[in-house]
């Protein structure tokens, strides 16, 4: 699976921002497609996931402001981020795991795209 991020970009505290991951190789429908993030001098975390069957999960600093979704028509997986805050910048990047153990983990993916920046000001 080969996986392209994009959409990120700087916006205001409080703005909205959706990311994108494009996938070729495999279907996204049959992996669990994640977004994780890197903040400077942080170990990278788990954003949101969404499984092979649509089960979503979120990390509880962004429930209630963020959503994955899944388009299998385009094999791509977006990212909706509103309400956005100045500790939401990162490096976001999406990875893809056909059956991993938790969500949570990123040693458990496999296939990982190359990040896109995020930055919000305050």
């Known amino acids: 699976v080969q996986l392209q991020a994009s959409g990120g970009g700087l916006v205001q505290a409080g703005g909205t921002l959706r990311l994108s991951c494009a996938a070729s190789?495999?279907?996204?429908?049959?992996?669990?497609i994640s977004w994780f993030r890197q903040a400077p001098g942080k170990q990278r975390e788990l954003v949101a996931a969404?499984?092979?069957?649509?089960?979503?999960n979120y990390a509880e600093s962004v429930k209630g402001r963020f959503t994955i979704s899944r388009d299998n028509a385009k094999n791509t997986v977006y990212l909706q981020m509103s309400n956005l805050k100045p500790e939401d910048t990162a490096v976001y990047y999406c990875?893809?795991?056909?059956?991993?153990?938790?969500?949570?983990?990123?040693?458990?993916?496999?296939?990982w795209g190359q990040g896109t920046q995020v930055t919000v000001s305050s």
């Open positions: 990875a893809a795991a056909a059956a991993p153990r938790s969500f949570t983990y990123a040693q458990e993916y496999t296939y």
């Open positions: 190789g495999r279907a996204v429908s049959r992996n669990v």
């Open positions: 969404i499984s092979s069957g649509g089960i979503t």
